[in-house]
């Protein structure tokens, strides 16, 4: 058993990001300034969108998408259920009601083929969720969008580094929101990016992450905005971390594969689905355990793995059999897929800060908790 804990996700920074900061501080800029306009302008560049704005998180830039768009109350917003709460929490914010949609079996993401079911004549936008680091599968969503006249809004914060179908995240969508948190592939602390090619919501955007437009005796306000904007010490920090995406996604992809290649020899212990046609970000290394075939439950499994020095994640309970969710909104339909997925999923240590040894060490305690509660 290790000696030390290893702890889940630890930002990948070295001395290359605590020089950039030191060097931020040094210019006299620590709110937005010339940091975030090139992070803006990078984001761009990566995603193929014509515009970039920096916010202070993902859930701001979901927010943000949300009421730039004019969503509001009598309004209704389909999404996935496997999500963070804050994905559901920003509907609530505009005023409008989360609809959850069931996911597919395989990948965990928001299923089209159910989307027409849980549609109604309130419905204003869909927000699906690259769960993982897999793209969700937009283009069955975009039609049906296109026909509704509905807005989408991509939930893209495992997802910086992924392509669907062959083209990058962050294009395809009406808005695509990024995050910046400490445990993402371009780990700033905290911050967010919104992509969008619509000039409309980027001007509105704009506005609302800084409460004005225009400068000086011009300045004023369309609206009760909000505080919003990205701090260039953030900003520095990711601007660092875009130039190790391709450094770090090699790590990733060694490690999940020597995790993939394991887990085909442990019963009940299965990988989330990867689409082929797709490039998989590899934010999250996610397991089901079947506990029947694995012999133990996933809380069970986790609690082994932290008895052996393994700190693993939960990605994610379903959203809407959380109290608030639940008592807020008692007429939601079961989900039966999010609901078994719930009870299963459990996240293994994956970072660019894990050496081979350490995703080595994660594996052999998986190896021994399994033999231990399957006897063998």
């Not at 004005?212 to 306000?221: E, P, Q």
């Not at 082994?304 to 939601?332: C, K, M, W």
Request: aromatic share 6%; glycine share 8%.
């Amino acid at each position: 058993m290790r000696e030390t804990f290893l702890s889940f996700q630890p930002p990948a920074v070295d001395e290359e990001e605590i020089e950039a900061v030191a060097e931020t501080l040094r210019s006299g800029w620590l709110t937005s300034g010339p940091r975030a306009a090139e992070l803006e302008r990078r984001f761009s560049e990566h995603t193929g969108a014509r515009h970039a704005l920096a916010v202070s998180s993902g859930t701001a830039a979901m927010h943000l998408a949300l009421v730039a768009a004019g969503i509001g109350p009598g309004d209704e917003v389909i999404t996935s259920p496997i999500t963070w709460p804050a994905t559901a929490n920003v509907i609530v914010h505009t005023g409008a009601r989360p609809v959850f949609c069931d996911v597919r079996e395989s990948d965990l993401n928001l299923d089209p083929a159910l989307l027409p079911g849980v549609a109604t004549e309130r419905t204003r936008a869909v927000m699906p969720v690259d769960i993982a680091g897999q793209p969700c599968d937009l283009d069955p969503i975009l039609a049906l969008a296109r026909e509704r006249g509905w807005l989408v809004v991509e939930d893209a914060a495992h997802a910086v580094e992924a392509e669907y179908r062959g083209r990058p995240v962050g294009s395809l969508a009406d808005v695509t929101c990024f995050s910046l948190y400490a445990t993402k592939n371009v780990a700033a602390g905290e911050g967010g990016v919104v992509t969008t090619d619509r000039d409309d919501i980027a001007e509105e955007v704009h506005e609302l992450r800084l409460m004005r437009r225009g400068h000086g005796s011009l300045y004023d306000i369309r609206h009760a905005g909000f505080k919003a904007n990205l701090a260039d010490v953030n900003a520095a920090i990711a601007l660092v971390q875009l130039t190790k995406l391709g450094r770090h996604r090699t790590i990733r992809i060694r490690h999940v594969a020597a995790y993939e290649a394991a887990l085909t020899e442990l019963d009940g212990i299965d990988p989330l689905g990867r689409d082929p046609r797709d490039t998989h970000a590899h934010h999250l290394c996610v397991v089901r355990i079947d506990a029947e075939r694995a012999g133990g439950t996933r809380d069970e499994y986790q609690q082994a793995l932290a008895a052996e020095n393994i700190g693993t994640s939960i990605h994610f309970l379903p959203v809407h059999r959380l109290t608030y969710y639940r008592e807020r909104f008692p007429d939601q339909a079961p989900l039966p897929v999010a609901e078994r997925a719930g009870s299963q999923v459990l996240s293994l240590p994956l970072s660019p800060a894990h050496s081979d040894d350490d995703v080595q060490d994660a594996i052999d305690a998986l190896r021994r908790v399994h033999a231990r509660f399957t006897g063998q």
